[in-house]
Structure formats: structure tokens, C-alpha cells
């Protein structure tokens, strides 16, 4: 079998490593991960620089195009392969898409900045020996919980964010939940509240990301 | 009418949605809402906009609020009408979504929270000469890093997002036409294709509009 034209750099680690991996896995796009040693700075190297010219993981690339920043990259995902794999991921006609794209631009503007710093403070500072936050940490997690009510209410009337189906709004909350739940004493502002614990209980368990799971603890 | 836009006239995402309602050419009626009153925060709006926040965009029947997904809408809805904000070619459109990712991620938190400290900290008498230039200078230093890729990119393309004005531009506006004016005026001067870019992208008659409408 020929090697994929689809590349992926990057560690599964990687909270927007794992959402462009999530996606493929999803669509049935088969693919190739391509290690990059952060701990020797691979990526603030100028091989790697030249396709992420802000020293960040993910890259990606297929055929011709390379590209960045793991949301445009599920984006492209979904829309180059819409009936491979999960359908309807980026919605069937313009009015669902405007309702993914508000959800995934509420989960990018709204649910990523506190939760990034809380898997950063809780999960990664502690692995890098480096001293938390007691005061960032409160302070973020009296904005994540705000965000959490909303989803709590929206749940209760949506399946999923977006509408009945699972679509990118959900996915993009994968990688950041995952470590909360699992990794810090977090979890319960997800468990507490009923709806939110269902859509993740569902959402968490599919195959696709049980397999990105899987490559983390690998 | 049928287009309304909920908002007021000082928030930069609800001058980032007005601005491409105006580059489309379309009508529509601003409908301020009363911050004073946290009218905002009243059940009526949450149910427009369940986070409390400005803009919400209506047409007729059709809800949204997230100033980048309304933009993203209208220039699709729209795209007969006005200037095109997004392009065809798939791939193409790849590359101007990820500067518009880029616009999201790196340039608007940066930029949001020295726009913040600089501007409305100003605006709400919160001045302190010493505190707005230490902000500055430490705010400044993110805003560099973020513009010595664009000033990199800009010799490699005319716009952000490709060879054409598009929404990885858009976005940007608000928030430039703020830092333009104040102190990190000198960012964009050392950095001549990014100047370039701004002045560009800051005297579309869109742009001046919005500007046109909204309080000093």
C-alpha cells in the first residue's frame, strides 16, 4: 500500500495534535504521523518553521498544500471528504454549517482559553516541573464554569451543540475535556452537570476518539 | 427589515460583523443594546445570544451570534452580492481559513488586551500614564512576534489570505484601527509590508463607515 499523502506532525499529546487526529479518524482519511522532537526544538527549527511559521504543532499536509492551526485543518478535512467516514461533520447545507461554525467559534473564543490554561496548569505544568497558578487556576475556572452553564442549558434542548448530529463544534472539545476529566480533579465541572456529563459520556466514547486516546497513552 | 444586527457601536466584534454586512452592500437595522441597563444579561437577549454578548445577527427568521461565523454567513448567503470575502478554489480556501484561525488565535488575544488596557482603560478614566505604558511594552512584545509573520507572509501574498481582500482580512480591522492609533503606532511603521497591508485594508470604504458610525 502506497504511504498516505496525508501528514500530520506533530506528538498525540498535543491537545491540537489530537483534534486535527480525531478528525481524520472520523472522515476515514488514512494518514501518517510524523514525530517531532519538541524536547530537542525541533519545531522553532527552520525546516519545521517554514510549514508552522509560529513554532507550533500541529503541521499537516496533503499533496500540495500545507497547512496550520488545527481548526482550519478539520475544516478542510471535513470538507474535502464529505461523504467519507461520519457525514454531516461540517453540516449539508448553509444554514446547519452557520450554526457548526458559531458553536466551534464559541468553543474557539469562549470554551478554549479557559480550558487551555487549566490542562496547562493542572496536566502540563506539573509533568515540566514548573510551579502553578493557584490564582490563574480559580480564576479560570470561574470562566470555564460560566461557559459550562451554557452548554448545560443548550444540551438540554440539542443532542450536540450544533443540532441532532455530531459535528466539528463537538469534536474541537475533545482534547482539552479529555484532560480535565481524566487527568485533574476537574471532572466534576463536567459530571456535575447533567447534560454536559451526557453529551461527553457520548461524545467521548466513540471510536475515533477512543483510538486518539489510545495513541496518547502509547 | 429583515437583516437586524444587535450591538453597540464601541464593541470591535460587533464592528467586525458590521463591516462585512457594509462590504456586501446590504441593508440591515443596527439595533443597540443598552449596556447600561445590562440588557445583555436579560432572558429576552440570552435568548438570542445564550453567552450574553455582542453582536447577534438576524435574518429574518434565521439566528447567529460569534462575529466570525456571522461574517463567514454573509459572505456565503451573499456571495452575488457586494465583495467577495471568500474564495472558491478549495485550496485556496484552505489557506484563507487557516489566517483567519490565525486572526482568532494569535493576533485578536494579543491585540483584544492591549487594545483594552490602552484604549478603554482611557475611555473609562482608568488612566494611569505608568500602567498603560507598562501594558504596552509587555503587550507589545506578543504583537511582535505575531507581525513578524505577517510581515513574512505579506512578501509572499498581497492580502493575508491570498491574492484577494478576504475575511482573514476583515477580522483584523477593528482591532488595527484601535493599536494604529495608539503607541504600538511603531510596531507597523518597522514593519513596511504590514503597514502596507493596514493602511490598505483600513481606508476600504466599508471600513470608513463603520468608522463613520461609531462614538470617538
Known amino acids: 500500500m502506497a504511504t498516505p499523502p496525508v501528514k500530520v506532525y506533530g506528538p498525540p499529546l498535543s491537545t491540537a495534535v489530537s483534534r486535527v487526529l480525531v478528525c481524520l479518524l472520523e472522515k476515514d482519511v488514512p494518514f501518517q504521523l510524523v514525530p ?44 474535502k471528504y464529505p461523504n467519507k467516514g461520519t457525514a454531516g461533520l461540517f453540516g449539508t447545507n448553509p444554514l ?35 510551579k502553578q497558578d493557584e490564582a490563574l487556576i480559580k480564576q479560570n475556572e470561574a470562566k470555564l464554569e460560566k461557559v459550562l452553564d451554557v452548554y448545560e442549558n443548550r444540551l438540554g434542548s440539542s443532542r450536540y451543540l450544533a443540532g441532532d448530529e455530531f459535528t466539528l463544534a463537538d469534536l474541537s472539545h475533545l482534547p482539552n475535556t479529555q484532560f480535565l476529566v481524566e487527568k485533574t480533579d476537574k471532572a466534576e465541572l463536567f459530571t456535575s452537570r447533567k447534560n454536559v456529563g451526557r453529551w461527553w459520556s457520548e461524545i467521548s466514547t466513540r471510536p475515533a476518539w477512543k483510538k486518539v486516546v489510545e495513541m496518547q497513552n502509547a | 427589515m429583515a437583516i437586524k444586527l444587535y450591538g453597540i457601536l464601541r464593541s470591535p466584534p460587533a464592528l467586525r460583523a458590521m463591516a462585512a454586512l457594509f462590504e456586501k452592500d446590504l441593508d440591515f437595522e443596527f439595533v443597540p443594546v443598552d449596556f447600561a441597563t445590562r440588557e445583555q444579561k436579560t432572558p429576552q437577549f440570552l435568548a438570542l445570544n445564550p453567552f450574553g454578548e455582542v453582536p447577534v445577527f438576524e435574518d429574518g427568521d434565521f439566528k447567529l451570534f460569534e462575529s466570525r461565523a456571522i461574517t463567514k454567513y ?35 488575544p494579543t491585540s483584544s488586551k492591549l487594545g483594552w488596557e490602552l484604549y478603554f482603560k482611557q475611555m473609562f478614566g482608568l488612566t494611569d500614564e505608568a500602567v498603560v505604558a507598562r501594558a504596552g511594552d509587555k503587550g507589545g512584545q506578543k504583537l511582535e512576534d505575531v507581525l513578524d509573520v505577517y ?43 504590514v503597514n502596507a497591508w493596514a493602511s490598505d485594508i483600513l481606508s476600504r470604504p466599508a471600513w470608513v463607515k463603520v468608522v463613520s458610525m461609531s462614538p470617538k
Open chain 2, 151 to 193: 510581515e513574512q507572509r505579506l512578501t509572499e501574498s498581497k492580502y493575508l489570505g491570498g491574492d484577494s481582500f478576504t475575511l482573514a482580512d476583515l477580522h483584523h480591522l477593528p482591532y488595527l484601527h484601535i493599536l494604529i492609533g495608539m503607541k504600538v503606532k511603531s510596531l507597523f511603521d518597522a514593519r513596511p509590508h
Open chain 1, 96 to 130: 446547519v454549517k452557520a450554526s457548526i461554525d458559531q458553536w466551534l467559534e464559541a468553543e474557539s473564543q469562549s470554551f478554549n482559553p479557559p480550558s487551555s490554561v487549566l490542562t496547562f496548569q493542572l496536566v502540563f505544568a506539573p509533568l515540566m516541573k514548573l
Open chain 1, 36 to 79: 517531532v522532537n519538541m524536547a530537542k526544538m525541533e519545531h522553532k527549527k527552520p525546516d519545521y518553521i517554514k510549514m508552522q511559521p509560529f513554532g507550533q504543532v500541529p503541521a499537516f499536509q496533503d499533496d500540495d498544500i500545507t497547512l496550520f492551526e488545527s481548526r482550519a485543518i478539520c475544516r478542510y478535512i471535513a470538507e
Open chain 2, 74 to 108: 454573509v459572505a456565503e448567503a451573499y456571495a452575488d452580492k457586494g465583495t467577495d470575502m471568500v474564495l472558491k478554489d478549495p485550496e485556496k480556501l484552505a489557506i484563507q481559513t487557516m489566517w483567519m484561525e490565525v486572526e482568532g488565535q494569535k493576533f485578536d
